[in-house]
C-alpha cells in the first residue's frame, strides 16, 4: 500500500529536448513517477510545445500536470526569469508572444555561429538546428553542436570558452519586460512565479514586481542551499506570496538527473491551485458579468 503523505511532492521546473532539456516528455514522466512525485510543471524556455505529450504521459502514470513555461525577463536592468504555472495552451496572445521569442532565438544562433565563425571555430548553423530540432534553440545547443564536432571537449568547455557572458560567442538574448511577462502570463490565466531568485541576486527588486502582479517565489531550487530557500520562504510569507519550487532538470548533469533533488512539499503546491481556482472563478465571473 502507498502513503501519500511520503508522494507529497511536486517539482514545478522542468524541461525536455523541446528546449534546452535532453529528455523526452514521457522519458522525464517517467522519471518523476520513479522519484514518486505526485505533480509535475514543465517550465522549457520560451515554448509549451511539450505540454501536450507530457500532459498524456503524466495522465498515464497518475501525476498531476501543469502547463507551464519559462521566461527570461528584465526588470530595472536586472535579469530575472518568470515561471508561468496553469497557463492555457491556446492562449492566442501566449502563443504569438512565444513565436517572436522563438524567431529571435533563431537568428540569435546564426549570430552566435558566425562570431564563432570569425575566431575560426568552423561551426555550420545546420549542425546547431539540427541537433537542436526544436524551435527555442539556446546556447547549450550551440555547445553540445562544438562538442559534437571536436570544437571543445565538453560543455563546460564550451561555456567557458566560448558562450558564457561576456565571451567572444555571447550574445544577448531578447527579453520582455518583467511587467510585460507577468501581465502576459495572467491574461493567459497563469500564475506568475520568479524563478531561482538566489541565481539573479535580485531581492531589492522582488517587492516591485509583487507590485506589479507577481504571484509566488520559487524558494526551492538545486542551486539554493538550505539557508537560501529559508531566506526566500522568509521573503515569501512577508509579501504574502506563494511559494514554488522545483529541480530544474535539463536531462544528465555530471552523470545524474537533477529531478526528485528538490521536492516541493505538496502544502505548497495546493495553495498554487488553490490561487489559480480561485483567479479562474473571477475571471468566470467577470466574463459573465461583462456579457
Ligand atoms: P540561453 O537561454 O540560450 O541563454 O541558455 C541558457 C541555458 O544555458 C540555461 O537555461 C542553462 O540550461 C544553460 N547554461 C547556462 N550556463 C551554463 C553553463 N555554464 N554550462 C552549461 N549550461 C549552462
Ligand atoms: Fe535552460
Ligand atoms: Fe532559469
Ligand atoms: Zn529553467
Known sequence: MTHPETNNFADLHLHTFFSDGTFSPEELAARGSQAGLMAMALTDHDTIEGCARMAAACQGLAIEF???TELTAEFDGREVHLLGF??????????????????????RILEMVSRLNKVNVPLRAETVFELANCRSPGRPHVGRAMVQEGFCASLDEAFERFLKKGRVAWVPKHKISAINAIELIHQAGGLAVLAHPG????????????????????????????????????????????????????????????IGGVKLPGVYFEKLKQAHQERESHRGASVEHSS
Open 66 to 68: 501543469i502547463v507551464g
Open 86 to 107: 496553469f497557463l492555457d495552451p491556446q492562449n492566442e496572445k501566449l502563443l504569438a508572444e512565444i513565436k517572436k521569442f522563438q524567431d529571435v532565438r533563431q537568428s
Open 199 to 258: 541565481l539573479n541576486h535580485c531581492d531589492e527588486i522582488i517587492p516591485s514586481l509583487v507590485e506589479q502582479g507577481l504571484d509566488g517565489i520559487e524558494c526551492f531550487h538545486t542551486k539554493h542551499n538550505p539557508s537560501t530557500s529559508q531566506h526566500y520562504l522568509k521573503m515569501a510569507a512577508h509579501l504574502n506570496v506563494l511559494v514554488s519550487g522545483g529541480s530544474d532538470c535539463h536531462g544528465y548533469s555530471k552523470n545524474k538527473p537533477l
